[in-house]
């Protein structure tokens, strides 16, 4: 399967707190992608790694990449309740479409 | 929503009727996905397109049909639907560059199948 899978499935902080949320796939990629869903919306791409970089930072995001082990984790730092969504990670495998998990459920207290 | 339009947003409909839903894009991106989105499965691909006339399977297209005669324009069509078939129903899009597949989504459709 290409796609990947998020660990764990809910996760409930509160405000100012960090969140991290795993992600693990089984194929080599390309890129590994991350987007958020808010309730009853579209996803949102959130960030790209690419195979050859290790780490990448946008705003609040920290996303690592180990490209050995097949896994990579999306860091959300001082988290606010506007962050209330489902996280979902794509391993983009360079095959046209991208196959999603059943994401990881954050749920910020105010 | 990176200019991509679905209709209808919602949709009740019969077992055994034919219902089609559209998704519109002002991008111009070569590749356009149908996902299905059901409580604990995520998100499924259904079908996808790469060029006008050019479509391919996914992970759960029986029951589904899809045509794209325009590059704006992806249909998907359910021939008879079922019950199983309520789901919201999410359009993607992509440039597929330099062999990226980032996508951006449309708002849903939501469809209840009685």
């Known amino acids: 399967s290409q796609q990947g899978e998020e660990d764990p499935q809910a996760l409930s902080i509160q405000e100012g707190e960090n969140a991290t949320m795993n992600c693990s796939y089984k194929t080599s990629i390309n890129n590994l992608q991350w987007y958020r869903q808010n309730s009853g919306r579209g996803l949102v791409h959130l960030i790209l790694?690419?195979?050859?970089?290790r780490e990448k930072h946008s705003g609040r995001l920290r996303v690592t990449l180990d490209t050995s082990k097949k896994s990579s984790s999306l860091l959300i730092t001082a988290s606010r309740a506007a962050d209330t969504a489902s996280y979902f990670c794509a391993p983009d495998t360079g095959r046209r479409a991208l196959t999603f998990g059943s994401g990881t459920r954050l749920q910020v207290q105010p | 929503d990176a200019g991509i339009t679905q209709s209808p947003r919602h949709k009740v409909t019969e077992t055994g009727t034919p219902v089609t839903l559209r998704c519109h894009q002002t991008e111009n991106h070569r590749y356009m996905y149908w996902y299905r989105q059901d409580p604990g499965h995520g998100l499924r691909l259904i079908h996808y397109?790469?060029?006008?006339?050019?479509?391919d399977k996914g992970e759960v297209s029986d029951g589904y049909s899809v045509s794209r005669s325009k590059t704006e324009d992806f249909l998907l069509t359910l021939e008879s639907a079922t019950s199983s078939q309520t789901s919201v129903y999410f359009c993607a899009i992509s440039e597929g560059l330099q062999g990226s597949y980032e996508q951006y989504f449309g708002p849903g459709t939501r469809l209840t199948v009685t």
């Open positions: 397109s790469y060029g006008v006339k050019d479509t």
């Open positions: 790694i690419r195979s050859n970089e």
